[in-house]
């Protein structure tokens, strides 16, 4: 069976459009509750290789065939109670690879509201090291939980972008770039699990480091051959919901630069900054060397889709903002307020 193939039968209705999870490099299931036993209605391809499962045999299975011998029955336990009450979680679980060898696997699980009811469950896998898990665990598990209450509203909101989306294009590009909207907000899990922010901070997220891990991941899946990605970026802390939609903002940022600012070019460079201004402002920075906006555009307040989410996003940060663009390249410079502050010694 083909990705397409499988994308389809995840676009029951009611489900989800799956087609823009299909090229995250983050292990990810979705399961729909209104089908008795709750399966998995759609994997992707970093869940097979994650698991050695293929896609086509682990749909219409509950998660539970990863389970063995040595998996911890209270936290299967854990999971059902929350499954059954619609509530997040995130856990670290003994499951089982196709060929029989077990692997820790951190798991997350954020339940997708439609409409007041969950309509979906969102999970994410990924192998954590066991040689330090009883020492992590805690700590894994507080962050995960603050940063997926803080994440969560936003995933609702690319969930509805993407099935207006669904609904009004056919084009294969616009799911990718829906993609990206989605896993800006998975690297934001793995950021915060990942950063070794004491418990003192477990609600602050290192945007430094997060924001280079999405011009990464842009860059390798958007950007030319020739294309150079540069990031300077001092080490700010903010909360995980500022990261959210910084992250947000610099992956439509990024991807728009990739998209159009080379046209009939083969090189060029861009640049993401993030540095600490006088009295807690952040300042976020894209530029390019490439053609420059068409004359007369009024970007993001003009743009398409993904202009009127920088748009958005801008106004939850309560943002400043300022385009320059001309023959020479483009630059997006954003000012944030509020919750970034000074580091704490």
């Known amino acids: 069976m083909t990705e397409h193939a499988v994308a ?43 698991t050695g499962h293929p896609v086509e045999t682990a749909i219409g299975r509950n998660c539970r065939f990863l389970q063995g011998p040595e998996t911890e029955p209270e936290v299967v336990a854990e999971l059902r109670r929350a499954v059954a009450s619609g509530s997040d979680i995130a856990v670290e679980i003994t499951n089982y690879r196709a060929d029989g060898t077990p692997f820790l696997n951190r798991l997350t699980v954020t339940a997708v509201d439609d409409g007041g009811e969950t309509a979906w469950f969102l999970g994410t896998l990924s192998a954590a090291d066991p040689a330090d898990a009883e020492s992590r665990l805690a700590l894994v598990q507080l962050q995960l939980t603050e940063v997926q209450h803080r994440v969560k509203n936003h995933l609702a909101m690319i969930v509805g972008m993407i099935r207006l989306q ?43 480091a997060y924001v280079s891990r999405i011009a990464a991941a842009v860059g390798h899946l958007d ?31 990024l991807t728009n630069a990739f998209r159009h600012a080379f046209a009939g070019r083969d090189t060029g460079l861009v640049e993401t900054r993030v540095q600490r201004l ?47 663009s001309s023959a020479a390249g483009t630059s997006v410079t954003i000012d944030i307020p509020g919750p970034a502050r000074p580091d704490s010694p």
């Open 223 to 253: 950007g030319g051959q020739g294309i150079r990605v540069n990031v300077i970026a001092e080490e700010v802390m903010v909360d995980a919901t500022t990261a959210a939609r910084v992250g947000l903002l610099v992956s439509e940022i």
């Open 166 to 208: 669904a609904r009004n294009s056919g084009a294969a590009g616009d799911f990718t770039m829906l993609a990206r909207r989605v896993e800006a907000l998975q690297i934001l899990y793995q950021e915060l699990s990942a950063s070794g922010i004491s418990s003192a901070f477990r609600d602050e997220v290192p945007l430094g």
């Open 8 to 50: 389809r039968v995840g676009e029951t209705p009611g489900s989800l459009p799956t087609r823009a999870l299909s090229g995250v490099p983050i292990a990810m299931v979705l399961t729909n509750p209104a089908f008795e036993d709750n399966p998995i209605v759609y994997a992707n391809a970093a869940f097979a290789r994650l």
């Open 278 to 324: 006088s009295e807690g402002v952040v300042r976020v920075q894209v530029t390019d060397d490439g053609v420059g906006l068409p004359e007369g555009t009024d970007w993001p307040t003009t743009g398409n889709l993904g202009g009127k989410i920088v748009s958005a996003l801008l106004t939850g940060l309560e943002a400043r903002h300022s385009v320059t």
